[in-house]
């Protein structure tokens, strides 16, 4: 009952028309997925909409080595489709914990979409932030920024998106292991190692095993946003 009162409570119907929201509701589904779930997979057909209700996922691609690159991390009021339209997937998408999902068909969405303007505006204002999201992240992939601000500014971003306040500063509420961290970063586990303790000497972040918080995230976003540029020894 409880994830069907969050599916009830879905972000994108709340500008529907009464009808859009109980055939929505009528023709869709809950489901759990555990940890390590792949919901999507790159160049397979999928004809399915996945809305995340609660738990967190990874949206990521292959690099040209076989590399994993995440993309997004993504909780609670997402959509974990790339794309409204296209049948065949461009992304890979995993549970990092235990997910509800709201799954629903493509064609039923697009037909309520056709139907219900204040459903499609904001489904198109979801995807307009996604992609915002993603020019940023080209800007601070180029030569321009070094590693050290690139993960000060991914750690801000998951202490703004998935932080606990703490006696110790705002802790990350999920399993940051030295992998996922190069998986996000793109670069390799020795030299995001070596970036984690460069930012853990400065008192940037405390690490504890697969946790990391961030003592004062006032500070480390001045960090990454203002320390001049300068290559790692």
């Not at 999507?40 to 691609?61: C, D, P, W």
């Not at 000497?201 to 006032?218: F, Q």
């Amino acid at each position: 009952m409880k994830q069907k009162q969050k599916a009830d409570a879905l972000w994108f119907l709340k500008h529907s028309a009464e009808h859009t929201r109980t055939r929505f509701l009528e023709l869709g589904k809950t489901v759990f997925c555990q940890k390590g779930t792949c919901c999507l997979r790159a160049r397979e057909t999928n004809h399915q909409i996945f809305f995340l209700l609660s738990g967190k996922t990874a949206v990521y691609n292959l690099t040209s080595c076989g590399n994993r690159k995440i993309l997004f991390v993504l909780g609670a009021d997402s959509m974990v489709n790339e794309s409204l339209t296209g049948n065949i997937s461009t992304i890979f998408c995993e549970t990092l914990e235990p997910c509800h999902l709201y799954v629903i068909s493509r064609d039923v969405l697009l037909s309520l979409m056709e139907q219900d303007f204040g459903l499609t505006r904001a489904l198109l204002s979801y995807q307009e932030k996604k992609i915002w999201r993603l020019e940023h992240q080209l800007k601070n992939t180029v030569g321009s920024i070094y590693l050290e601000r690139k993960l000060a500014s991914k750690l801000w971003k998951l202490a703004r998106d998935f932080g606990i306040p703490t006696e110790h500063g705002v802790l990350i509420d999920m399993d940051l292991s030295i992998t996922f961290l190069a998986d996000l970063l793109g670069a390799p586990r020795e030299t995001t190692s070596r970036v984690c303790k460069k930012l853990s000497d400065r008192g940037l972040i405390l690490m504890k095993k697969k946790r990391i918080c961030i003592p004062d995230p006032v500070k480390i976003s001045h960090f990454y946003k203002s320390i001049p540029d300068r290559k790692i020894p």
